[in-house]
């Protein structure tokens, strides 16, 4: 006979109601009170049950001895789109560059589907359905925007046609203009480059680090509509955004994360409406 771990076993009132999202979790005021039915690091391990990507406990930093994630959780199950806001500095980058392999886990785990993925190199998980659209310098502008897909499929140039056609199916404009330099485009048809880059090996899982950073409103607008449409197509998102209240109006779930851990997680409509939520991230941010 084998004992679980206590982890394994979150005594929750209800098992139901630790699987379904629309209650929000204050992470803060379970940390408060003694007679919280279980721990955030509980009903994360209930919820994250038979998630497509999981990060469980993270701790990872830039230089030894200096940890930037401090345990923090994630997941997503297939076909949900996730979203983390938070101020800056709070780790949000960090987070997304740990799922990926660019900054060193020091303990913790990422699990995708059933394998352990901690601390795999970028290539690795590219092949293994994994896709990124950092934040910054995301496009080759030197080349044209056809160059910069083919370079989106060169773990795998034979599928470059039906990709091609897939992403252009996406966003037209990378059809038409397929000649044009990406340096030449502006701001918002460079962030269709890059997300059209990552989308060429058909990722399961696409981690955005800000994708409406840096352009106009109308144009935000689009990259959120674009975003949903990606989704849409079956692709599991997990998007970093600076325009939380944005990003909370199209997200099933959505992530507080402040100092490199999780505050508060829920639905995005309830996070959205959350007093505290609005008070602390929500209207500085807004009004940034
Ligand atoms: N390449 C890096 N080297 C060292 N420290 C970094 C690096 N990138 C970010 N940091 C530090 O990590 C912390 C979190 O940064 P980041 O993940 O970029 O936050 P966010 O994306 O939430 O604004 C900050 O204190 C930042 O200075
Ligand atoms: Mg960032």
Redesign the pocket.
Known sequence: MTFSEPSDLPTIDSPDGAREFESEIDINASQRSNASPATPAQIHEAQALGALIRADQLVAG??PGVN?LNEADLYAHEGELVGII?P???????LLKALFGLVHINSGAVTLRTEDITNLRADQLVKRGVGFVPQNNNVFPSLTIEENMQMGAFQDPKSFPDRFAAVVDLFPTLGTRRKQRAGSLSGGERQMVAMGRALMMAPSVLLLDEPSAGLSPALQDEVFVRVKEINATGVTVII?EQNAARCLQIVDRGYV?DQGQNAYTGTGQSLANDPKVIELYLGTLAKA
């Open positions: 830039y230089f930037i938070g800056n500095g709070a780790g949000k980058s960090t970093v994360l």
